[in-house]
């Protein structure tokens, strides 16, 4: 969860759509966006690649020509360098305002960032490169990104050290590749099946999501990539940003979720079918990561 971001007082308002604050830091910059009223078709454009993250309320919007998706918080939403965001703001009030950052980063953030890590630490499990996918711009429910959001933040609204722009620098490049990271997986899923027989970091993730109530081994899923199992924990999370346990997981809540919303199990039954053998951690476990019960989830949709 985000920490809290302070209100700006309304007669520190410029405008009541959009209104916007800016701190700078010596390779990015924090922008943060309140809008306390309604409104349609408001246009917002960057010269620079911009993270954008939803702190509080909802908008509808829609980048260059795509559709329009609903943008809630928790979530994030990857901006190119001069693509159109057009939102609109359907539920915002002057006691229930609309709360976004905009973090802006300079292309040669990326770059050196993205030459270093392909440098030193190049992909060897998937073959690919480290960078920034612009196909992939809607992020769901990211926890380590919304800490680093919140490391940003933090730096902006209540840092003054004389070490801030340094703290700002190393943070950027955290975020870049937990990006990249999050992308990867995002890839990994849409062309898993083409790459299952070929590719022995897609073969492993197969066989996890295909047998996902098997009781997962170190040592068994490191053979089937033909590595040891400490250089396959670390090419793992190298290409994933997870380690296997947490990858693991992650793919039981996903299933999980799935059931819960199209399935008339009880929650029992749908914990034993996702791969875990005890509903209680299960309840746990659920409620840690998504913020919310299994039965309140599946309320809720």
Not at 255 to 273: G, H, P, Y
Request: net charge neutral; charged share 25%; glycine share 4%.
């Amino acid at each position: 969860m985000r920490n809290p971001v302070p209100w700006r007082s309304e007669k520190d308002l410029k405008t009541l759509v959009e209104n916007r604050v800016i701190f700078g830091f010596e390779n990015c910059e924090l922008n943060i966006f309140e809008t306390h009223q309604e409104a349609e078709n408001v246009h917002l454009t960057f010269n620079s690649f911009v993270l954008t993250a939803m702190l509080k309320g909802k908008k509808n919007m829609a980048l260059g020509n795509t559709s329009f998706f609903d943008y809630l918080p928790g979530e994030m939403v990857i901006v190119q360098p001069e693509e159109v965001m057009r939102i609109n703001f359907p539920t915002a009030t002057m006691e229930d305002p609309t709360q976004c950052v905009a973090l802006s980063i300079s292309e040669e953030s990326i770059q050196e960032t993205f030459e270093m890590m392909n440098e030193k630490y190049p992909r060897l499990m998937s073959g690919n490169k480290w960078e920034l996918d612009k196909s992939f711009f809607h992020l769901l429910g990211r926890e380590d990104l919304n800490k680093i959001v919140n490391r940003f933040i933090n730096l902006a609204i209540s840092d003054n050290s004389g070490e801030k722009d340094v703290i700002a620098k190393f943070t950027l490049k955290e975020m870049l590749i937990r990006l990249s990271q999050t992308q990867a997986r995002h890839l990994l899923e849409a062309t898993l099946n083409s790459k299952k027989d070929s590719n022995p970091l897609f073969h492993v993730v197969n066989y996890i999501k295909t047998n996902i109530t098997e009781k997962f081994s170190l040592n068994g899923l490191s053979k089937m990539a033909c590595l040891s199992p400490t250089h396959f924990s670390r090419l793992f999370k190298l290409e994933t940003g997870m380690t296997l346990t947490e990858f693991i997981q992650y793919e039981r809540l996903k299933k999980a979720k799935k059931l819960l919303i199209a399935s008339d199990f009880s929650v029992r039954e749908i914990a034993f079918r996702s791969g875990f053998t005890d509903v209680n951690f299960f309840n746990r476990v659920f409620k840690r990561e998504l913020g919310i019960t299994p039965t309140d989830f599946r309320v809720s949709r």
